[in-house]
Structure formats: structure tokens, C-alpha cells
């Protein structure tokens, strides 16, 4: 894999994942490249059916490592947004531009710690956008309520059949304990 480019993660609505580097991502185009690890050649990849393109640190994060979905103090003009896409997946995030009338937005992790650096998200694959003070609710909200831990865990599954480097990604299955309201 060449070292040119910008390292992603694009998620699709299918909840495929391709990881490599992307020279010519523009979102205003119906298509860019992606160069996987060991592909002879990049791979051509549609918009249309994406989610998001994370633009991440490394290409070494396991799938279990998921962001916290609260705000911290930032420094910058964004403004808090929080996102929930059509799969369920939560994102708590800061855009200056997610305003616009355009196919999707840019967004910055609410998490330090976080692999993605940025991520352009794809407006056909969001369910409900918050911005500023509804959006830390929103976040407060679901951290309040969520027997999941912040770090949930994921089952990653190579799809033989796909492109090479082409996931999908899937929360375990798990049974929520019932919550005892006899003593309220």
C-alpha cells in the first residue's frame, strides 16, 4: 500500500467496511479509491450507498474500541452535534458545517481518544441530527439510559464473497438485565 493518501474507514449503509488510504475523495463526486493493504489495485467505491468515510489514525484499531458518546470543552467555532444513523449507531461530534444543503457533512470526534481524526457523514444514512444544547442532551440522555457500556463490543465477520479487506460489522448479541423498579 502506498504511503500517499489519507487513511479511512468507509462504512456503507450495509454495514460493509473497506480500510486503506483515499487520494481522491471529494464529496461533491459520485465515486473516489480506495488502495487496501495487499490489493494489486484501489477499489472503486460508489457514494451513493455510504455512510460515512472516517478519516482515522490507524488502520490497526480493533473493532471492539468504540468512541464515548459525551462532549468535552473544545476550542473552535463547531458546534455540537449529535448523530444517529439509520443502523442505530450514536456519534457525538462537532461540525461547522453540517448546516449546509449538501449530501453530507464533515464532523470532528467529541472523543479525544477517539482513531478517527474527521469524518464526512452522509446526510441518507442519518436518522436524527442534534446540534448545540440539544445535542448534549441527546448525548446526556443516552449515556443516562444505555446498560451498554461505552466500549461495546462488535463482531467482526469477513465476508467471503466481498472485495478483499471488505467487513461487516455487527453488535454481539446480548441480553439486557431487567431493571427491578419495586424499591421507586
Do not use: Q
Not at 173 to 182: A, V
Amino acid at each position: 500500500m502506498s504511503e500517499l493518501g489519507k487513511l479511512v474507514a468507509v462504512r456503507s449503509l450495509d454495514k460493509s467496511l473497506i480500510k486503506g488510504r483515499t487520494f481522491d475523495f471529494r464529496p461533491n463526486r459520485d465515486f473516489f479509491h480506495v488502495e487496501e493493504e495487499g490489493a494489486p489495485e484501489p477499489v472503486r467505491v460508489p457514494i451513493e450507498s455510504l455512510k460515512a468515510v472516517f478519516f482515522i489514525k490507524t488502520l490497526g484499531r480493533a473493532p471492539s474500541c468504540v468512541d464515548k458518546r459525551s462532549f468535552e470543552n473544545r476550542v473552535g467555532p463547531e458546534k455540537k452535534v449529535w448523530i444517529e444513523f439509520v443502523d442505530g449507531e450514536k456519534m457525538a461530534s462537532w461540525s461547522s458545517s453540517f448546516g449546509s444543503l449538501r449530501k453530507g457533512f464533515f464532523v470532528f470526534p467529541a472523543d479525544p481518544d477517539s482513531n478517527t481524526e474527521t469524518a464526512y457523514v452522509f446526510r441518507s444514512a442519518i436518522d436524527r441530527v442534534e446540534e448545540g444544547e440539544a445535542a448534549e442532551e441527546a448525548a446526556r440522555a443516552f449515556n443516562s439510559s444505555s446498560d451498554e457500556p461505552i466500549s461495546s463490543v462488535w463482531d467482526l465477520k469477513i465476508l467471503p464473497e466481498a472485495a478483499p479487506g471488505t467487513y461487516r460489522l455487527s453488535r454481539k448479541s446480548r441480553k439486557r438485565p431487567s431493571k427491578d423498579t419495586s424499591d421507586r
